[in-house]
């Protein structure tokens, strides 16, 4: 296991593994106690996405059942990498634009919009490009989320077992290779 550094540790000398970041998730719902959480959505393409979704989620669920007095949280979800092709639409800086939920799945709900204020769209412009790593590559694509709009889906959310990152996923059976996979596999190298 990986130290992060005690600069960046949110808690000095944690461990970087997810029971320790979901630990740290938990502290900070129950010490700064918001009202509404805001998520990646459990449907995001990306898998990153989706982790920090069922850590984010399960860090709420444990904070409440760990503090009675905590009020029940809103979760509101949103999506940065739909799996609906083109979306957002279009692809590109549109400050006055809103973004569009039409195209998205409406299968947890409706999406729900925020209007967003100019000084609010031109601050978010700035943090979006001041991620250079990822407006090299992605720039096109992240501006076209700085619209005059948010939208977000509100989470139901079921009491449930907490998510237990330091037990394994189930290992799924393994899958009998094909002649065509079994290439891909087993490459053979010429010698």
Wanted: hydrophobic share 40%.
């Amino acid at each position: 296991m990986i130290a992060p550094s005690q600069k960046g540790a949110f808690t000095p000398g944690s461990v970087f593994c997810g029971q320790d970041l979901l630990n740290d998730l938990v502290k900070i719902v129950q010490t700064f106690r918001p009202t509404v959480v805001y998520l990646p959505h459990p449907c995001d393409a990306h898998p990153d996405h989706q982790a920090a979704a069922l850590l984010g989620d399960a860090a709420v669920a444990q904070a409440e059942a760990n503090d009675p007095d905590l009020v029940a949280l809103e979760v509101r979800a949103y999506l940065v990498h739909a799996s609906e092709p083109g979306w957002p639409s279009p692809r590109r800086l549109r400050l006055l634009l809103a973004l569009d939920a039409s195209p998205l799945r409406q299968e947890g709900g409706q999406w729900e919009s925020v209007s967003l204020s100019p000084s609010t769209v031109k601050l978010k412009l700035r943090a979006v490009r001041s991620h250079l790593s990822q407006t090299w590559i992605s720039g096109r694509f992240l501006a076209s989320f700085v619209r005059s709009n948010e939208l977000y889906q509100p989470v139901t959310r079921v009491a449930g077992p907490f998510l237990d990152p330091s037990e394994p996923a189930e290992t799924p059976p393994p899958v009998e290779p094909s002649p065509e996979t079994a290439l891909v596999a087993n490459p053979v190298v010429a010698t």
